[in-house]
Structure formats: structure tokens, C-alpha cells
């Protein structure tokens, strides 16, 4: 019996998505708040000083900084130098949108986490480098990850599911990294005269004669044929692997594109290492190279840094490497072809990493080194903005240069074309209903953190009731803070959506009120829970709603 009700519970779903206010004074209040535009005439961009070693570079004024856009010298309007992952970091950024500097000495001490996501791409995977891209986030994982951080682990193919999601839980990654598998689907024939995605791009949309030439007499001599059979069938292989090729090199960056986008109600910078053997972007194929700008000016619009993680395992392509290859070519007439195999593939990752900011590591032994590198130099960043002159910067099509004055020896680290110029965004107090809160909770991609909240939930088999679910919840009161007159303040659990079954989840929900609100007193309480029952639940949902101070 106990065996049977362990294996029905082990089918039920719970989801717990919380959004925690509450009244007094909260060190960071989560407002409810409608978002209108309104245009503004600064821009801004983030940069990154580092030394020879890689290092970041603080201390640095105005002053230091020689910005030009279009080669022209422009005049800074506003200046600050922001710790990435730190509390005042938010703050910061909106000072900077509306020009103006925040007073006092920011708390660079106080660490919110950084927000970091792992792109793995693998559908351009082989077996080899996808136990590279698992093992270089295993080792973040195990030993760079901090307990503030947020950390995803993000696929082209979505195979990891649900898990895809910013978490601070170890468990959560490590069960998102052991579901990651090679998607790589390479092309399928009985030749043994290798074509690369390489090979086809230049003998397609290049030209190649002497590569062609080259493929048609293996060929021949392979199936022993004519030069017509073998005609056909170098022409067909090719059109396939082009084909397939620019699928997956659009859908890569089409699932890129959109996680950026996403990441829009994440405030501050965020680190995306993009893991991959590497694609071929060709004008002249696709519209891959016009997927890669929009990409890069999404990072732009929302602080997203790329650092590209090359795993690929060497720089010579299966056409040319004769363990792989019986009939391997070392003629003039494809001198080119190995030096197009080691650059072609590693040309997007350069530029994803380039064009946002970050660097690309491509040495496939050493990834380790390359992750922490990334997150020593990405630790601060230096805040830019001024006021565009004329059109062009408006539509954000100049090109910047920002150099440290008589500092040769430090690199600047930019974004090196596109820049936010999007009309900032004011904020107009509204009031929602509390159903609106409750959807806009359940709708949202990421969890709001402002006030640490702690959830566990358990099944149990129960006389009378059958299977019944119990949650609770805990809210730190450290987070709390009080004025001279507000002695206590009460947190309310307003409501929880039980749903029967996951079929039936948007026809038939019940309701359950909570009971009435805990009180958090400054005397000396520092902890609020909650606990609440529910039957016949296959997930829930809660939400709290602040109310009123009570009365002295």
C-alpha cells in the first residue's frame, strides 16, 4: 500500500512560484508598477578596463576616459563605476538613465549574486565537446558558483526541460547538466570521402573549384564511377549539408535571440558563456549574419556580456585529417581548405563575444581558466553615457572607441557598434487587483528575490482526506527593517490556486483563503510562517500581498 502511494505521488507536478511584499520599511520593495515611455536624449554604454593579466581595473575617473563616436571626440554627461552582482548596481543604472548621480559612497560590499547563464549549443555539439561543455560547468558548479549567485543552464535544443531556469540550488544544475546530450546530426552516407559544413559553404557560395575538382576524383575513385555519377553526387551531398547547416545555424541563434530577450526584467549585467564547436555564418547562405546583429543588439539593450567557450578539439576539419578521411588531398588546389576548417567555425563565437564585450576562449584544453578569467575581469564595470549628436547615433549605427588616456597598457573591453538607445522607462504607481498580481506571478519567466523567502512542500497520506499536500513558507525577517512608528508590520498570505490535474488546470481551479496574517514585530521576532493544507493538489501557487500596519 505504501509503495503504491509512494508511486502516485511521485507523478504529481508541484510548482511553487512565489512573489513576497511587505509593509514597513523592506530594504528592497517590490512595486507594483504599469511602465510607460517616455524619450530621453542619453545614451549609455558599459565598458571594462583589465590589465595584462585580465584583471579589472578600478579607481579610474571621467577624467581617464577618451570617448569617440564616429571618431569624432564626445563629452561624457555621466560616469560611475558599478560592482557587477552588487545591491547598488540597480540603483545605479537608473540614476544613470536619468542622468544624474547617486549621492553618498555606493556599498560595493553588499552582494546580491552575479546572474550568470550557460548557452550550450548542441546541436553543434560532437560526443567530445559536448564532455567538455559538461565538465567545464560542472567545475563552476562545484567550485566558482557562490551562494548569492543565479546560475541556468540553457540549450538550443530545450532538451533540458523545465529545468532551464535561473537557481541558486546546486541539485537544480546538476540534474540540468546530466541531461544534457549531443544533438549534433551529422550527414548520413556511406561515402568515406568527407564533406564538412566548411566544404559545402565553399564549393556553394565560394566557388571552390579546386575543392570541387578535388571532391569529384575521390569520389570516382571511391564507387569506381564516371564523372557525371560522381557530378550528382557531390552536388547532392552538398545541397544537404547546406541545407541542414543553415537550419541549425539560424535556430541557434534564434534561441539565443530570444533567452536574451527574456532576461529583460533582470536588472544589472549578465554573464552568458556560449558553448559550442562552432558554425558557419555565411551571408551568402543564410540570413544567419542578420540573426547575429539582432542578437548583438539585444545584449546591448538588456547588459548581456557573451564569452564564447570553444570546444572544439583541434583546428583541423575530418576533410583534411586522414584518420578520418581515405582519400585526403594535400594539393595547391585545396591549400586554403585548412586554414577556412580552423577559422570559419570559430568566426561566430568571435564576434558574439567581440561585438557585446567579452572575449572568446577557443583553446578547448584550457575552458576552465577561460570561465574564470571571464569572471574576473566581469567583476565591475565602468557606466558611460552622453548626449548623440546627430541621426546616425540616434539609430544607434556609430561606432565607439574608448580608450584609458596615457594607459597603453590597459585593454578596454566594449561593446564595439551597437549601443542602448532605447527610450528609458518611467514608472507610474498603479494599483492591481490581486488576481492581477497572482497572474503576473504565475506568468513570470523569473523569480523576484527582493525579500528571501524560504518554501517546502510534502506529500502525505492522510485518514479521511487521502493524499494531502503540505506547504509552508518562512520569510526571513532580517530582511525587514522598521521606522519609529511602524513597531510591526503583518504579512498576509492572500491566496493559493490549487489545481486538480494539469489537464483540466485552466477550466477547473479551487480557491482557498488564507488565514488571517502572521505579525513580524521589530521586538525581537524574526521569522513568519506560514502552513497550508491542500487535497488532491497537483501543483500550487501563492502569493503574498502586504496590508496595513497594525495600530500601535
Not at 540549450?155 to 541539485?171: E, M, V
Request: proline fraction near 3%; glycine fraction near 6%; aromatic fraction near 6%.
Amino acid at each position: 500500500m505504501r509503495r503504491e502511494f509512494h508511486q502516485r505521488v511521485s507523478g504529481l507536478l508541484l510548482n511553487v512560484l512565489l512573489i513576497c511584499v511587505v509593509t514597513g520599511q523592506v530594504k528592497s520593495q517590490v512595486q507594483s508598477d504599469d511602465v510607460v515611455r517616455v524619450k530621453t536624449e542619453l545614451v549609455q554604454t558599459d565598458v571594462t578596463v583589465v590589465d595584462k593579466r585580465g584583471r579589472f581595473v578600478g579607481g579610474l575617473r571621467a577624467d581617464d576616459f577618451e570617448l569617440r563616436v564616429d571618431s569624432k571626440p564626445q563629452s561624457l554627461s555621466f560616469f560611475e563605476e558599478i560592482t557587477t552582482g552588487s545591491i547598488e548596481e540597480e540603483k545605479q543604472l537608473t540614476a544613470a538613465r536619468k542622468g544624474v548621480k547617486l549621492s553618498g559612497t555606493p556599498d560595493s560590499a553588499t552582494d546580491r549574486g552575479r546572474v550568470v547563464f550557460f548557452f550550450v549549443d548542441d546541436v553543434h555539439l560532437t560526443s567530445e565537446g559536448l564532455n567538455r561543455a559538461r565538465s567545464v560547468i560542472t567545475h563552476f558548479v562545484e567550485n566558482r558558483m557562490t551562494a548569492k549567485d543565479r546560475v541556468a543552464v540553457v540549450s538550443t535544443s530545450g532538451q533540458i526541460g523545465f529545468l532551464q531556469q535561473l537557481t541558486d540550488n546546486k541539485a537544480v544544475l546538476r540534474e540540468a547538466i546530466s541531461r544534457l546530450n549531443s544533438k549534433y546530426n551529422p550527414e548520413t552516407t556511406a561515402s568515406k570521402v568527407s564533406i564538412s559544413e566548411v566544404d559545402a559553404t565553399l564549393v556553394s557560395n565560394h566557388g571552390d573549384r579546386g575543392l570541387f575538382a578535388y571532391l569529384m576524383e575521390a569520389t570516382m575513385k571511391e564507387f569506381q564511377t564516371n564523372a557525371l555519377n560522381a557530378f550528382t553526387i557531390v552536388t547532392n551531398r552538398v545541397r544537404q549539408i547546406n541545407a541542414q547547416s543553415r537550419m541549425s545555424e539560424v535556430d541557434t541563434l534564434s534561441r539565443l535571440e530570444g533567452l536574451m530577450r527574456s532576461t529583460t526584467p533582470l536588472q544589472g549585467r549578465k554573464l552568458l558563456f556560449f558553448i559550442s564547436d562552432g558554425f558557419v555564418v555565411d551571408a551568402k547562405r543564410s540570413n544567419g549574419s542578420d540573426v547575429m546583429r539582432r542578437v548583438i543588439n539585444e545584449a546591448a539593450r538588456v547588459g548581456v556580456v557573451v564569452y564564447s567557450l570553444g570546444t572544439r578539439p583541434n583546428v583541423f576539419g575530418s576533410g583534411i585529417d586522414v584518420s578520418k578521411n581515405d582519400y585526403p588531398d594535400f594539393s595547391p588546389r585545396t591549400a586554403s581548405r585548412s586554414l577556412a576548417e580552423s577559422k570559419m567555425p570559430q568566426e561566430p563565437l568571435e564576434t558574439l563575444a567581440e561585438e557585446t564585450g567579452g572575449r572568446a576562449f577557443l583553446n578547448a584544453s584550457a575552458l576552465d581558466d577561460g570561465v574564470g578569467e571571464a569572471l574576473t575581469e566581469s567583476s565591475a564595470y565602468y557606466l558611460l553615457a552622453w548626449r548623440p549628436d546627430g541621426e546616425n547615433q540616434r539609430s544607434g549605427k556609430s561606432r565607439l572607441k574608448v580608450e584609458v588616456k596615457g594607459r597603453p597598457d590597459l585593454r578596454v573591453r566594449m561593446r564595439q557598434r551597437f549601443f542602448d538607445f532605447r527610450n528609458t522607462e518611467a514608472v507610474v504607481k498603479t494599483t492591481r487587483a490581486p488576481d492581477d498580481e497572482l497572474k503576473m506571478a504565475l506568468g513570470s519567466l523569473y523569480p523576484r528575490r527582493e525579500l528571501p523567502v524560504s518554501v517546502s512542500a510534502s506529500f502525505a497520506n492522510t485518514v479521511g482526506k487521502g493524499t494531502v499536500l503540505n506547504a509552508s513558507m518562512q520569510i526571513d525577517g532580517a530582511s525587514l527593517s522598521f521606522g519609529e512608528r511602524e513597531q510591526q508590520a503583518i504579512v498576509d498570505a492572500l491566496s493559493m490556486i490549487a489545481v486538480s490535474s494539469p489537464a483540466s488546470s485552466r477550466n477547473s481551479t479551487s480557491r482557498v483563503r488564507s488565514s488571517p496574517g502572521k505579525v513580524v514585530s521589530s521586538s525581537g521576532v524574526r521569522r513568519c510562517h506560514f502552513h497550508r493544507v491542500c487535497t488532491r493538489c497537483a501543483s500550487l501557487s501563492e502569493i503574498v500581498k502586504p496590508v496595513a500596519p497594525a495600530a500601535r
